[in-house]
């Protein structure tokens, strides 16, 4: 009888390796202080330079030597109570109806989502006229940009310390930073609450609550509002709506999918009130009117625009929902290893993303009423060309590996990525 005793064989790096994973964990904490930083003083330079008035993109900012002017115990407290309203919102049983979500990665379980977005910005709308009819100066929050930057900062942080403390030992990667930074958790929630879900409905509601705010802030002194601020006002506030009313397409976001939450999630939906809302600040400061022949060729644009995008996600969520729905009967498509099929006609037969193509001329018509002396507005569609270009490298890469051959055949067929005929 052999008695020899089994040995565990555990695994030891060698010294070379061990330095490859140093460096790399190093560039990667180097990566994230930049962006940490970048991102927070980029919000802190937008708020600037809607406070002054100081549009150029290369004038130094001017920020004020008060610390006063950077905090009070009042906005944050009013910013805090507001974020709370946003919570009970969501968890209350009203206002839409209760879904799963996709099932989480190697589980079989499906997060359930209150669909109420479009139910809750109504109320904030409702709450804004209101208080506005009510006497109250909400046109203060205007005034106490800087002071609202900050508190909105100091929560996040204090989010992001707190998800970092509450994710399990095992989940994370050893380097606190990057953990801090990139979150370690998915989908942080608390029964049916989901802190990323609802922070995200949060900021794009705070976007329109800013736009609102820019155009009482333009009836000030006897003023009125441009023809143009309210056109640019409107087309913000369709494309959210319409976001909100067909809710279930957030739940396949990446944003919401891929994206786990920590700092870096946390302050890129902080920029949205404050960053998006740069187009209807510069038109109420300085009281620019597109001719109107320059706008009726604006809102054409921007109606193709939304053509595009209704369009084509209606056509991806319904051949999610039922590929053999009978409006898919004569479209072409390719079969994949996984049983799932990829679509060549329709608006998915034109370029393989028509739905960033839309977002970019809907946001493209945000900045082009603001005319072509100021390059600030046009920064918002220049970040998002970027960040969709990567985006679709990123989706690109996931789907040949899940794809393989079908995938190329798809890439093929389908020769565009974003921009039929030009990229």
Known sequence: MDTTRKRTMIYQPTDQEKQVSTKESTAISKSAIFFTLFFTAWIFVIVEKCITGNWSILAVPRFPSDINSYFDIKTFFILTVWFVLQCILYILPVGGELVDGLQIKDSRIRLKYRLNAFFVLTINIIGFFIALLSGIQVTSVSDKLLQMT???VLLILVFSILLYIRA????????CFNDWFNGVELNPR?????????????????????????IAKAFDNGNRPSVTLLIVAGFQLIYVTDYFWFEDGILVSRDIVHEHLGYNLLVQFLMIPFCFA???????????????????????LNLIGYWIYRGSNSEKNNFRKNPNDPQFADYEVIPTSTGKNLLVSGWWGICRHPNYLSDLIISLTYALPTGLTCFLPYLNPLFLFVMLVGRERIDGDECSRRYGEAWQTYCHRVKYRIIPYVY
């Open 168 to 175: 399990g030992i095992s989940a994370k990667t050893g380097n």
């Open 150 to 152: 900050t508190s909105g």
């Open 278 to 300: 740069v187009q209807t600040r510069y038109l109420m400061m300085t009281k620019y009117a597109l001719p109107w022949y320059c706008l009726l060729a604006v809102m054409i």
């Open 190 to 214: 608390w029964g049916l609450f989901d802190l990323k879900y609802v922070c995200f409905r949060s900021g794009i509601i705070g976007w329109i609550l800013m736009n609102f705010v820019n």
